[in-house]
Structures are given as structure tokens and as C-alpha cells.
């Protein structure tokens, strides 16, 4: 199995360290575009695209493998081994944050420290705990990615619209970015929404960073408290953020808080 | 927040009338302008939404979500989206589905995202109604499938077993006979003979039967009947055929004519059971008063053998399917008799020679079975 094909991996930069950067639930690699660049000048960086995503190899995608996501943390154990040269630390946004954190679970001697951007550990409110959403929201979710079956494809393609301000990207980004097979972005979007790793919590003992933002419907402020409470070493970063991707629309607040960590544990 | 800057009346006048819903919102979804257009159709007044609402604020739960994990990191990065279908929710609760366009743009430093929206609700009912009818087709290929392979397996299991059966009753047959033979060998009465002899034709003909049946059982598992091919004297070998044939039909009258003679490359055992079995399908449904005679033919590439019989032709549209196992003529008097594996037979042993059958039904003409075998190994 070609690890590079089946993942799309992409390394690049120079330094000492290793900046491992694992997109979502939703579009691929590129999401890392406005942060990568930089880090790429201090640090190796390894990009690569989470199985059935972006530009990853659809056909290895096993339904029973990524029923959960130990299937994705065995991927990117297999990506450290072959692309990385040490301990890397893993940047993960959204649910990669707890597939970084199930990796770092199993084999701790490959990982040095865990940024997680809008994480959550469980997204459905239960009892005391505050995930943020109703079964039914879920449900409502998968209903809503049914409805657009008919559109995904080549959907929300700049081919339509363009690029406007980015004139560049048109040409590139055409027909990637984005683009999933329906049914694999039905399962994964079950996949994530329905997992529950608070159990997993409390045996991450990397470093962690929490990158929360303060206006997240998807990884609510309560949550990010949660996880800064029951991980046993973490630190938690508040970020003024409409949404739930500050490394898109507040990347230099990111990159100030991540250095900031990255800077107190001496990576 | 800052309010967005009035427009003329004329310009607000002209977006008011437009065919579809516009708004414009800040980059992060605050609703800046709207027109006449979206609030007729989602049942807000620009005061409610202006300043008062984030676009994402108008979608279901489930399209909030997508909101976040598609449609604005798209907006951020290729600065645009299209074609994409959420449902809004009208301010008195029900969805209303919009396929929408968006792009995004800066103007004095700030980022700005213009959003046109279309009620998609024809558009909407029909691909609803297209994926309801694929997943219909794709359980009933399902189902087909399973089905097909379930009734595969069934015909498999069943031919295997004539095989298994036939072959085991061949044992107790072997004993009535040698059994019969011995008897008939000693101290029996005249009567006793007699019966003996009713024993052993009707042995012989449950050993023909379960011959058939195996060699049913092997052309159909694929294997193809077995022929062992050697020069033999064809004229010779259909001679005596006839003969035997002449005392088992005792009643009634069986001729024999011959063309042409040398040395063909059959299996003379094979070639006697098909001639037993195209006369004894003569004898059956032929007419009794007519003899049946029997033709071999020995060309210079090929030698034939066939079989006539006048009496009632066999109807036309039957005549395609005789060779298949299991189907019987139109004769249902004697439909007791057999269990249409004769004719099968007879193809398959044609078959494994090279050559092939076929057959001829008239009133004027009557019946003939031919098959033809090419001479030597081709």
C-alpha cells in the first residue's frame, strides 16, 4: 500500500521539529494553507489528506476500518513513521484532534505534543455534559448531506463562481477542494458525530494545547473547559473566532497562541 | 457592528424586484443588506434580519453544522460556493429548501459575502424522489442477485444428488439381476421363467434409466457425457444395434438401411445408446402401423445417423426446445414413460463427438432425428 497515494502526503519545510497538520470533518489539507506557510520556514511540516477526503485514495476506503476513528490514528501512525524522523507534534483540527489523541494513546514515544483546534471529545449532550447538540441535530446533519447527494461532486467548485480575490486559486482548486464521495461524507459524518472518547481523556499525558474559539457552534466553550479540566496536561487558548476555523478566519491569533505553546515546551 | 451604507432608492428599488433572494453579510455571516425578495419568502422584515441576525442563524441544525465545516471554509479559501442546497427556516418554523450561490469580496478592509437564493422546492421533491427511486433499485439488484444465486445453488445441490442417487441405486440393481440370472439358471417352472424374465427386462430397463441419469447428472455439472473414440466399422455397429433393438420391439417393424461404408472415429457403446434412444422415441411416438426405420450414412468427412417415423409431426413451436432435458412432445399418453432425458442425451453424445442434431417434423414427410459426427478426429 502506498502510503504517500493512498494519504496525498505532502512534506515540506526544514527544522528541527516536526509540525504534523491533520484537517476535519470537511475538505481536506487545504484548510491548512494560511498557517502552513509559515511554520514551513521554522519547521518540517507533513500535510496529507484523511482517507476518503480531498485527494486521498477513495478506493482504500474501508467502511469497517474507519467505522472509527482508530482507523484514522492507525494511518497517521503509519504517515509518522514513514515521512517524519522523531517525535512530531500533531496539529489536529476538530475530530483529528481525537484521532491525534488515540494515536498518542498508542505509540506516546512518536508524539512530543498535541495541538488541538476546536476540539471536542463527544459532540452530544448527555446528562451533565454539555457536547452541544441533540441526537436529532445529528440526525438532522446526515439528513441534510442526503439532501444535497445530487450536488456534491463538483459542487461549490469555483468553476461556477471563480475565485474572486484569489484569482489563483481558480485553476487549482477546481473540482479538490472539498469534493467528496456522498455516501463516504455520510459515513465519516456519522463516524465523527457520534463518537464519544471522554473516556480517552485522561490517558493523554503529552502537552496539549486547546485552541478554542468564542463563538463555536460545533466545539462550544464549554466543552473546550471540559477538556481543559479532565486532560492531564493541557493548557487552554481563547481565541476570538466566529466559527470553527480560526487557522481560516483569525490565522495570525493562531499561530500567536500556537508559538506561544510551542515556545513554553521548548519545541 | 456598522450598518452598511444606504443605497439609492432606485438601486434598493431594483434589488427589491429582483427574482431571488439577495443578502449580503459580513464575514462573519451578519446580515448587512436584504432584499424584498428573501423577506417575502422566509416571513422576516429587514429590521429582523439587518443587523439583528447571522445568515447561518436562518439554517436547520444539520445545515449550521455544514455551514461551518464546508461552506465558509470554502468562502475563506476559493472565495465563492455554488449550488448549494440548505434548507432556510421561515420564521413561522417550516423549512423552506434554497439553492444558494455566494461569493465573498473585501471592500474598504472588510470582508464582505454576497449570498443569492432560489426556493428550490420542485427541484428539491424531484431528487428526493430520485434517491428514494435508486435506493429502491438498488435493494431489488440486491435482492435479484441473492435470489439468482440462492436458486443457482438449489439446481447445483440438485443435480449433484441425481448423480449420488444413481450411482448408489446401481448396487441393488446389480443384485436383482445376478440374482434373477441364477434363478432363472436353475429349477424354475415355465411360469417362473416367465417371471424372472419380466424381472430382468424391467432391471434392464431401471439400468438404462439410471445410465441416463448420470449421464444427465455429468453433461450438466459441465463435465460433458464421456466418449472414448476409436475406428470402428460404423455399418456394423448400427447393424447390430437394429437387431437387438428388432426383439425389444418385438411388435412391431424396424428396418435398417445403410449408405456408404468405411471406417468412422466414435465410440461404438455411445453410438448403440443413441440409436436405442431415437428408435425407442419412435417406437413411443410414432404411429404403430408404419415401421420405423432406421438411415446411417458414412460420407467422406462425415457419417449420419437418423431416424424416421411417420405419424402425428411434432408441433412446430416445440421443435426448438425437444433437445432440452426435462421437456416432453405433445404426446400425453405416454407421458408415464420417460423422463425426457432421451433426447438430451442423444445431443450430448452428438456433442462430445464434434457433431450435431437436429430434426424434421411433417405431415407428408413424418419424423426424422438426424446426427451428424464428423468421421475422423477432427
Redesign the interface.
Known amino acids: 500500500m502506498d502510503i504517500k497515494r493512498r494519504n496525498n502526503v505532502r512534506v515540506g519545510g526544514s527544522g528541527n521539529a516536526t509540525l504534523l497538520f491533520v484537517h476535519?470533518?470537511?475538505?481536506d489539507q487545504?484548510?491548512w494553507?494560511l498557517l502552513e506557510p509559515d511554520y514551513s520556514k521554522r519547521y518540517k511540516t507533513i500535510l496529507f489528506d484523511l482517507v476518503g477526503s480531498g485527494g486521498s485514495d477513495l478506493a482504500a476506503y474501508d467502511r469497517d476500518k474507519y467505522g472509527t476513528l482508530q482507523g484514522y490514528a492507525d494511518d497517521a501512525i503509519e504517515i509518522i513513521d514513514q515521512f517524519a524522523n522523531g517525535p512530531v507534534i500533531f496539529v489536529g483540527h476538530?475530530v483529528s484532534s481525537m484521532i491525534g489523541m488515540l494515536a498518542n494513546i498508542k505509540a506516546p514515544e512518536k508524539f512530543a505534543a498535541q495541538v488541538m483546534v476546536g476540539p471536542s471529545p463527544c459532540y452530544i449532550n448527555e446528562g451533565d455534559y454539555f457536547g452541544g447538540?441533540e441526537r436529532k441535530?445529528i440526525e438532522?446533519?446526515?439528513?441534510?448531506?442526503?439532501?444535497?447527494?445530487?450536488?456534491w461532486a463538483s459542487?461549490?467548485?469555483?468553476?461556477?463562481?471563480?475565485?474572486?480575490?484569489?484569482p489563483e486559486?481558480?485553476v487549482e482548486?477546481t473540482n479538490s477542494?472539498?469534493r467528496t464521495d456522498p455516501e463516504i461524507a455520510k459515513h465519516f459524518a456519522r463516524v465523527t458525530?457520534m463518537s464519544d472518547h471522554r473516556a480517552d481523556l485522561p490517558r493523554l499525558t503529552a502537552p496539549t494545547l486547546l485552541l478554542q474559539c468564542d463563538e463555536?457552534?460545533?466545539a462550544p466553550i464549554e466543552v473546550g473547559e471540559y477538556m481543559h479540566k479532565v486532560l492531564p496536561n493541557s493548557k487552554l487558548a481563547i481565541i476570538k473566532n466566529?466559527?470553527?476555523?480560526p487557522h481560516?478566519?483569525s490565522p495570525s491569533a493562531s499561530t500567536d497562541a500556537i508559538d506561544t505553546f510551542l515556545a513554553t515546551e521548548g519545541l | 457592528m456598522s450598518a452598511a451604507k444606504p443605497l439609492s432608492p432606485e438601486t434598493q428599488s431594483a434589488l427589491d424586484l429582483a427574482a431571488c433572494g439577495l443578502l449580503q453579510t459580513d464575514?462573519?455571516?451578519r446580515v448587512l443588506r436584504v432584499n424584498r425578495t428573501f423577506c417575502n419568502w422566509t416571513g422576516f422584515e429587514p429590521q429582523d434580519l439587518i443587523g439583528q441576525r447571522?445568515f447561518q442563524d436562518l439554517l436547520?441544525?444539520?445545515?449550521?453544522?455544514?455551514h461551518?465545516?464546508?461552506w465558509?471554509?470554502?468562502l475563506?479559501?476559493?472565495?465563492?460556493?455554488?449550488?448549494?442546497?440548505?434548507?432556510i427556516v421561515h420564521r413561522d418554523g417550516r423549512s423552506i429548501?434554497m439553492v444558494m450561490?455566494?461569493?465573498?469580496?473585501?471592500a474598504a478592509g472588510a470582508v464582505v459575502h454576497e449570498i443569492a437564493a432560489f426556493v428550490a422546492r420542485d427541484r428539491?421533491k424531484y431528487?428526493?424522489e430520485?434517491?428514494e427511486s435508486r435506493k429502491r433499485l438498488e435493494a431489488l439488484v440486491a435482492e435479484a442477485t441473492r435470489l439468482q444465486a440462492e436458486a443457482k445453488d438449489r439446481a447445483v445441490f440438485a443435480e449433484q444428488m441425481v448423480g449420488i442417487v444413481s450411482h448408489d441405486l446401481r448396487n441393488p440393481l446389480s443384485t436383482i439381476q445376478m440374482s434373477t440370472a441364477v434363478l432363472s439358471r436353475g429349477d424354475a417352472t415355465p411360469n417362473q421363467q416367465r417371471i424372472l424374465g419380466r424381472i430382468a427386462r424391467a432391471t434392464e430397463r431401471a439400468g438404462r434409466l439410471i445410465g441416463d441419469l448420470l449421464d444427465f447428472t455429468q453433461a450438466r455439472l459441465g463435465k460433458g457425457i464421456a466418449v472414448s473414440p476409436k475406428p470402428i466399422d460404423l455399418q456394423a455397429v448400427i447393424a447390430d444395434a437394429v437387431d437387438e433393438l428388432a426383439q425389444a420391439f418385438s411388435g412391431r417393424r424396424l428396418r435398417h438401411v445403410r449408405e456408404g461404408e468405411g471406417s468412422c472415429n466414435a465410440d461404438a457403446d455411445r453410438l448403440v445408446q443413441l440409436v436405442g434412444n431415437l428408435v425407442a422415441n419412435a417406437m413411443t411416438y410414432g404411429t404403430p402401423d408404419a415401421p420405423v426405420t432406421v438411415l446411417s450414412t458414412v460420407g467422406e468427412s462425415t457419417f449420419t445417423i437418423a431416424v424416421h417415423n411417420e405419424g402425428t409431426p411434432i408441433a412446430q413451436d416445440v421443435l426448438p426446445d425437444l433437445f432440452t432435458p426435462m421437456t416432453r412432445g405433445a404426446n400425453e399418453a405416454n407421458a408415464g414413460r420417460s423422463v425426457g432425458l432421451g433426447l438430451f442425451i442423444v445431443g450430448e453424445i452428438a456433442k462430445a463427438h464434434g457433431g450435431r442434431v437436429s430434426v424434421t417434423s411433417t405431415v407428408e414427410a413424418g419424423t426424422v432425428f438426424s446426427a451428424v459426427f464428423p468421421r475422423h478426429d477432427a
Not at chain 1, 155 to 165: K, Q
Open positions: 476535519g470533518f470537511g475538505c487545504n484548510m494553507r476538530s447538540f441535530d438532522g446533519l446526515l439528513e441534510t448531506l442526503e439532501s444535497n447527494y445530487l450536488g459542487t461549490m467548485a469555483p468553476a461556477i463562481m471563480g475565485a474572486p480575490d484569489q486559486l481558480g482548486l477542494f472539498c458525530f463555536d457552534i460545533i466566529v466559527g470553527h476555523c481560516l478566519s | 464575514g462573519d455571516g447571522k436547520t441544525m444539520g445545515g449550521r453544522i455544514f461551518q465545516t464546508h465558509a471554509p470554502l475563506q479559501i476559493q472565495g465563492s460556493v455554488s449550488e448549494v442546497k440548505l434548507e429548501p450561490n455566494a461569493q465573498r469580496h473585501t428539491d431528487e428526493r430520485l434517491v
